[in-house]
C-alpha cells in the first residue's frame, strides 16, 4: 500500500499527495517531531511500503551506478 507524508494543520492531516486506498483503510499517525525542530522526531522503525520505488522514480530513467570503493582505510586503535 502506498505510505505518503502529511502535515498537521487546521486541526486537519492534510496527505502531501493523492492516494488510491480502499474505504475504511486504517491509518496509524505518528508525529514526525514540530516544524521548528523544538521536539525531536520520533524514530523511523522501517522503510515505509514503496519508499524506494518513489525515491528512484525521482531519478528518471537515467541509470544509477556506484563507483568502486577501494580498499577499507585501516587504522589503528585508540
Known amino acids: 500500500m502506498q ?10 492531516v ?3 499527495e493523492a492516494v488510491d486506498w480502499p474505504e475504511g ?3 496509524e499517525v505518528v508525529p514526525r517531531g514540530a516544524p521548528d525542530n523544538s521536539q525531536p522526531a520520533a524514530p523511523m522503525t522501517e522503510w515505509p511500503d514503496g519508499f524506494f520505488d518513489r525515491l528512484r522514480g525521482k531519478w ?7 563507483p568502486p570503493q577501494g580498499e577499507l582505510e585501516r587504522r589503528e586503535d585508540w
Open 25 to 27: 483503510t486504517r491509518l
Open 3 to 12: 505510505a505518503v507524508t502529511a502535515t498537521f494543520r487546521n486541526g486537519q
Open 60 to 66: 528518471g530513467d537515467e541509470p544509477f551506478e556506484r
Open 14 to 16: 492534510e496527505l502531501t
